[in-house]
C-alpha cells in the first residue's frame, strides 16, 4: 500500500517536472522571437524581418519627442548617429510606416519630404549586353561542360516517343500480315 503510494506520488512528480520544463521552454522560445511591434529596437532586428526600409533624418535635439511619438503611433524604428554630423541622426523604419512617420514629421516641425518615384531596377545606367554569357560573373571558360538536366530529359522524352511510334507501327504492320 505505501509502495504504491510512493510510486503514485514519484509517477505525479515527473508529469508536474516535465510539464513546467515544457512550460518554460515554450517561454524562452516566445521571449526569443523578440515581439516588439513599437518603439526603438536595434538595426539588426529591422533588418532580420526582411521588409523594405526608409530613411529619414533627425535633429539630435528632437529624438527624445521622436520616440514618445514613434511609439504613441506604433512605428519600430532604429537610430543612426553619424559621426562626422553631431547635430543630426537618421531615423530608419519599415517602409509599410510612411504615412505614420509623415504625420509625426508635421507635430515635430518638419517639411515632409517629397516622394521619389525613382525605381532602381528600371535604372538605365546599367550596360544591357546582347550576350547573355558576358553578364556580370560569368566568363565564357567557366561554362560548365557538363549537359544540362533540362536538355537530356527532353532527349529521353523524345527517344520514347519515336520508340512508341515505332512499336505502334510495328503493331499495325504485323496487324495487317495477319489478316
Known amino acids: 500500500m505505501v509502495r504504491e503510494a510512493l510510486q503514485v506520488t514519484?509517477?505525479?512528480?515527473?508529469?508536474?517536472?516535465?510539464?513546467?520544463?515544457?512550460?518554460?521552454?515554450?517561454?524562452?522560445?516566445?521571449?526569443?522571437?523578440?515581439?516588439?511591434?513599437?518603439?526603438?529596437?536595434s538595426l539588426d532586428r529591422l533588418l532580420r524581418e526582411g521588409k523594405e526600409l526608409k530613411i529619414i533624418a533627425l535633429q539630435s535635439k528632437?529624438?527624445?519627442?521622436?520616440?514618445?511619438?514613434?511609439?504613441?503611433?506604433?512605428?519600430?524604428?532604429?537610430?543612426?548617429?553619424?559621426?562626422?554630423?553631431?547635430?543630426?541622426?537618421?531615423?530608419?523604419f519599415k517602409?509599410?510606416?510612411?504615412?505614420?512617420?509623415?504625420?509625426?514629421?508635421?507635430q515635430l516641425g518638419y517639411a515632409i519630404p517629397k516622394v521619389t518615384t525613382a525605381d532602381r531596377k528600371k535604372d538605365p545606367t546599367r550596360?544591357?549586353?546582347?550576350?547573355?554569357?558576358?553578364?556580370?560573373g560569368k566568363n565564357p571558360l567557366d561554362i560548365d561542360p557538363r549537359p544540362s538536366v533540362r536538355a537530356t530529359i527532353m532527349a529521353l522524352?523524345?527517344?520514347?516517343?519515336?520508340?512508341?511510334?515505332?512499336?505502334e507501327k510495328v503493331q499495325d504492320?504485323?496487324?495487317?500480315?495477319e489478316r
Not at 95 to 106: G, P, S
Not at 127 to 136: C, N, Y
Not at 173 to 177: L, Q, V
Open 127 to 136: 550596360r544591357q549586353s546582347g550576350d547573355s554569357l558576358l553578364t556580370r
Open 10 to 41: 514519484e509517477v505525479a512528480i515527473k508529469l508536474s517536472a516535465l510539464g513546467i520544463k515544457n512550460a518554460l521552454a515554450l517561454s524562452l522560445a516566445y521571449a526569443k522571437e523578440n515581439p516588439k511591434v513599437k518603439g526603438k529596437t
Open 157 to 167: 522524352k523524345n527517344a520514347a516517343r519515336t520508340a512508341a511510334q515505332a512499336q
Open 173 to 177: 504492320i504485323t496487324a495487317k500480315e
Open 62 to 92: 528632437d529624438v527624445g519627442q521622436f520616440k514618445e511619438l514613434a511609439k504613441q503611433y506604433g512605428v519600430l524604428f532604429t537610430v543612426i548617429k553619424d559621426k562626422a554630423q553631431n547635430e543630426k541622426v537618421d531615423v530608419m
Open 95 to 106: 517602409a509599410e510606416d510612411v504615412a505614420k512617420l509623415n504625420r509625426i514629421y508635421e
